[in-house]
């Protein structure tokens, strides 16, 4: 409820599935109650340019087999991937695609020489070999170790859509792991149906926020839960 104005606007002629996206953009959609669709629901996405007006978007709420339950965003390191690799079976995560620094002989990604500031693409690790040579890379690490990294090219890109790239890589940050549930809420009521980064800060203890919402429907409703973010998981919330 009460998104109706509130859009992402795309512009015109820009093919809205190949502009990017963030995984806060994730975060933000799917914290909405806006979840994942099965595929024998919607059985393929549109193809068309211009806005996504072929998918009715009554799916995403009405027909989500999935919705958000947590989100938890990290800084790279090797130990904090393995442990939510281990803990949440996969994780999404950033870094600099480019051709100059993929073997692709070896379907294997290293940069050593850019920073987290130039990546440029997302996907997903989902496991790791400490024993992953070093000598398959174009240029070598210091050290042996590479993450499994399913892509989104498809299967004809990679080993069957997958990669390794190296623990050293020097841009790999934006590190997040999501758990899902199924919905069982009758209603769900927020404002921000569009996607941003930005957000504010409240650093005096006299300001307060809030988000007031009109009842849909019956009346009669049980507040059941509430949608927070918190900066770091030492906060305290009541």
């Not at 549109?46 to 007006?53: E, G, M």
């Not at 009521?189 to 005096?204: Q, V």
Request: a negative charge; hydrophobic letters at 30%.
């Amino acid at each position: 409820h009460n998104t109706t104005n509130d859009k992402v606007y795309i512009p015109t002629g820009h093919n809205y599935l190949s502009i990017g996206g963030h995984q806060i953009f994730t975060i933000q959609k799917m914290s909405c109650y806006s979840g994942l669709v099965d595929e024998k629901t919607v059985s393929a996405m549109p193809i068309d340019k211009n806005q996504p007006t072929t998918i009715n978007p009554s799916y995403q709420y009405d027909d989500n087999e999935y919705v958000l339950k947590n989100a938890y965003l990290a800084n790279y390191s090797i130990e904090t991937v393995k442990e939510l690799i281990s803990q949440y079976g996969a994780v999404g995560i950033s870094y600099q695609s480019s051709l100059q620094t993929t073997n692709e002989s070896t379907n294997s990604i290293y940069n050593p020489h850019s920073s987290t500031d130039y990546a440029n693409h997302t996907v997903t690790l989902v496991g790791w070999d400490d024993d992953y040579g070093k000598e398959n890379f174009y240029v070598q690490p210091s050290q042996d170790g590479a993450w499994l990294m399913k892509n989104s090219w498809g299967q004809d890109a990679g080993d069957q859509g997958y990669y390794w790239i190296s623990y050293e890589d020097t841009t790999l940050c934006d590190v997040i792991a999501l758990t899902v549930e199924q919905q069982h809420y009758d209603h769900n009521y927020f404002y921000d149906g569009s996607l941003s980064i930005p957000y504010p800060f409240i650093t005096d203890d006299q300001l307060k926020m809030a988000n007031i919402y009109e009842v849909k429907g019956d009346h009669n409703q049980l507040l059941k839960a509430v949608n927070i973010a918190v900066q770091s998981t030492d906060t305290n919330y009541s």
